[in-house]
């Protein structure tokens, strides 16, 4: 029996889950010359985050890491968002029980400051249709300056954030990117973006919908109080897992096939959405077939969690996350008295461990 390892997510504690939510805009560089400065301050940030990484392997403290990486960025603001990079890239190298990180991407990177009225390195300022961007070139203490064009829904949304960080009220944190064209995003706290995008409706009759996230489907059981079960849906992507398609593709099917059982989960009356907290699993399990572990490693299990929530958020609905700990036996268990295949038996397992965390109608002992 498992006791004390649910946590109920409502828009109060959020933040304690989803720091911020990122709002991702094309940058166009019109001058060629601080293009070349752009893109030579990011080879300089990349070498940054793999000399930092060393240091938090050796835990070595921010400041003294800062000081020793001073010849290779001049700004202490881009070094300790780099020392920050290297050490979430160490926490998931060992999370998967690994030790080398190759770092081959170019980006720049730097943390929000409210006291520098939002970013002292990259800060955003509205104009008519797009956003100016002033990048910070450390080695002679010069601005590259480029235009940012974002989604037009988007546009509300970061004009208020300016305001309040021009009013020294909020930070955002900000990232460049280099893929096919340059790429910026800005960081938003996660209580403006609800403001701005929330979809408040009426309340349901009581009803909890439990998800088992998979690489190729998404499996969702809804039950009432009683334990009785409403109805099963299950979204399909398996070209998500076909080898040679983009990360981001394949993250694009899987976003879309969860707002689609979100929004459903809606129309039928559900109150609550009910999710393993996969920050409780410490590693992968990879097995001996390569196709597998291929789709393993290519799932993005807890960027598909952060979104789920998010969007139960948005609709306005309570999240509960309960632990991952044999959900798999007991749904091996119960599938066949249940007539369920073994991942729908597994969402029956996690909206059951929902009830029991809400309290509605008691302690299930069972499970």
């Known amino acids: 029996m498992l006791k004390n390892s649910a946590k109920i997510i409502t828009r109060e504690n959020a933040d304690e889950i989803i720091e911020a939510i990122t709002v991702n805009g094309k940058l166009i560089v019109e001058s060629p010359q601080d293009y070349m400065k752009l893109c030579r301050l990011a080879r300089a940030y990349s070498k940054a985050v793999k000399a930092m990484l060393k240091y938090v392997k050796q835990n070595t403290n921010h400041k003294t890491a800062t000081k020793k990486l001073y010849d290779i960025i001049p700004n202490y603001m881009y070094l300790e968002t780099a020392y920050k990079q290297a050490k979430l890239i160490w926490e998931g190298l060992r999370a998967n029980e690994g030790e080398i990180a190759h770092i081959r991407r170019l980006w720049i990177a730097s943390r929000g400051e409210r006291l520098q009225k939002g970013n002292r390195n990259i800060k955003l300022i509205p ?6 961007v002033k990048i910070r070139y450390p080695w002679d203490r010069t601005w590259i300056y480029a235009k940012a064009y974002f989604g037009e829904r988007y546009l509300p949304l970061l004009c208020e954030l300016c305001k309040l960080s021009s009013q020294k009220q909020e930070s955002y944190g ?5 893929r096919s064209y340059p790429r910026i995003h800005i960081q938003v706290p996660l209580w403006l973006y609800l403001k701005h995008f929330s979809s408040p409706e009426p309340r349901g009759y009581g ?8 690489s190729d489907r998404i499996n969702m059981v809804v039950i009432d109080g009683g334990r009785n079960i409403i109805t ?12 040679g398609i983009s990360r981001d593709k394949a993250t694009n099917l899987r976003l879309k096939a969860l707002l689609r059982l979100i929004r459903y989960a809606r129309e039928i009356g559900v109150d609550y959405l009910v999710f393993e907290n996969l920050s409780q699993i410490k590693s992968r ?10 789709k393993i490693t290519r799932f993005a299990k807890r960027e598909l969690l952060e ?3 998010l969007m139960g958020l948005r609709y306005d609905f309570m999240v ?7 959900t798999s036996r007991y749904a091996l268990k119960i599938r066949r008295k249940l007539g369920l295949d073994r991942h729908t038996a597994s969402a029956y397992i996690i909206a059951l461990r929902g009830l ?3 309290n509605i109608y008691g302690c299930l002992s069972n499970v």
């Open 127 to 132: 104009y008519a249709d797009f956003f100016l």
């Open 174 to 178: 900000a990232i460049i990117s280099f």
């Open 207 to 214: 009803l909890l919908a439990g998800f088992d996230l998979n």
């Open 232 to 243: 099963t849906k299950t979204e399909w992507f398996e070209e998500a897992t076909v080898q």
């Open 285 to 294: 399990k990879y097995l001996i077939n390569p196709t597998a572990n291929r």
């Open 307 to 309: 979104h789920a929530l």
């Open 320 to 326: 509960v996350l309960i632990s991952p700990r044999k």
């Open 356 to 358: 029991r965390a809400i």
